[in-house]
């Protein structure tokens, strides 16, 4: 029987003696090799190329002993993979010439069959399962229906998130029910990974910081428990990503995920009590401390992050409060990767 990876097993407890560490968007531009690899290839190709996907996924273990590999793609894969003309344009990112704005424009995901439309992916993940070493989780990821729809609804990244909004506002019931397509096609997608091979998923959900707390409670809090519980059978481990949610904190409680990834504004304990202990949590040294600190102080932060993960109810996972930065000089985040590593349990 093989064993399962040291990330999995330190959540169900079985301690190994120090803390797994990995980092948000690790395979990613900060990387030379994958700037080289970038240049030669459109984002989308890279993704939808198996064996370039997986090579990618993989560039971060050339240099760095993280103990999980996310597979390289992103949130907008799904819709992509389903038809709709997504373009990621430099300094703009996803960019979508006509937006959804109806209900009706969201019935195409009552289309969507992962095999067919994200075939790669899997393929992809069989690539890299079978490269990688047992003792390192493969993480798969897809982004919350909240998130992956405030894409869809304003066209790109944007500051208001005026459209979306205004449904919102205007109408939730029929936002949501609008929503329920994609959350059941992310289901899908989700289940293919695991699959595929995956040991764990994480759900990001960036945009949740617009979200009201009467409507994330009635309407939202739902469908997320919906995706956790189907993942759930899975046997699959879950981790929920948001950022600047501390005003829906006293719910979070109640989702049905393992691990919480706690922003770098939050400190874990705060998160720990108001969770009332219910979850393990992930986090939460901030990308721009990587970005512009000297490497001492990087360490430095490592340590205290570490001391305070020590204090928490369930067994924490140590990563950056969000995605690594492009600039970011390779000598931070290997001082972030070895100090945390080198710290005990
Ligand atoms: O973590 C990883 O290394 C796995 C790959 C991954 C990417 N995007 C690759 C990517 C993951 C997990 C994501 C998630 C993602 N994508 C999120 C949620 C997490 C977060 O950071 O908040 C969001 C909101 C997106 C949407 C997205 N994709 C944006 C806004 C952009 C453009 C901004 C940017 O960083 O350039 C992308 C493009 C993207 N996705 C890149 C990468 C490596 C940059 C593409 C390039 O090489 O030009």
């Known amino acids: 029987m093989s064993t399962a990876p040291f990330l999995i097993q330190h959540l169900e407890g079985k301690s190994g003696g ?35 996907a997986a090579e990618v996924s993989l560039l971060p273990l050339a240099v760095l002993p993280v103990d999980a590999i996310i597979f390289f793609s992103d949130i907008l894969t799904l819709p992509y993979g389903l ?7 430099e300094s703009i990112g996803p960019f979508l010439e006509k937006p959804l704005s109806q209900r009706g424009d969201f019935d195409i995901f009552r289309e969507f069959q992962a095999k067919q439309h994200t075939r790669y992916v899997g393929q992809a993940l069989e690539i890299i399962k079978n490269k990688l070493s047992p003792e390192k989780a493969l993480l798969g990821f897809a982004g919350a229906p909240w998130t992956v729809a405030s894409y869809l609804v304003e066209g790109k990244s944007n500051k208001h998130f005026a459209q979306i909004k205004g449904w919102l506002y205007r109408d939730p019931s029929d936002l949501f029910k609008a929503l329920q397509p994609l959350a059941d096609a992310t289901v899908q997608y989700l289940k293919h ?141 290997q001082a972030f990767i070895e100090e945390a590593r080198a710290l005990w349990l």
């Open 83 to 89: 038809g709709l003309p997504i373009e990621m344009r």
């Open 193 to 333: 990974q695991t699959q595929s091979g995956v040991d764990a998923i994480q759900l990001f959900d960036t945009w949740l910081c617009e979200m009201p707390r009467h409507i994330f409670k009635d309407h939202y809090l739902p469908m997320l428990n919906q995706i956790f519980h189907e993942m759930r059978k899975e046997k699959v481990k879950t981790i929920f990503f948001a950022k600047g949610t501390s005003h829906l904190l006293p719910d979070f409680k109640d989702l049905a995920c393992d691990v919480l990834s706690v922003d770098n504004l939050l400190d874990l304990k705060t998160v720990d009590q108001l969770t009332e202990g219910n979850f393990s949590l992930q986090g939460n040294l901030d990308p721009v401390m990587l970005l512009k600190a000297e490497s001492g102080l990087v360490r430095k932060a490592t340590r205290l992050l570490v001391q305070e993960a020590r204090g928490l109810h369930k067994p924490a996972i140590i990563n950056l409060g969000h995605g690594i930065l492009p600039n970011t000089p390779l000598e931070n985040a």
């Open 18 to 52: 120090r803390f797994p560490v990995w980092m948000m968007r690790q395979a990613g531009r900060y990387l030379e090799s994958y700037r080289k690899i970038r240049k030669d290839f459109t984002f989308w190709e890279m993704v939808t190329q198996p064996e370039v």
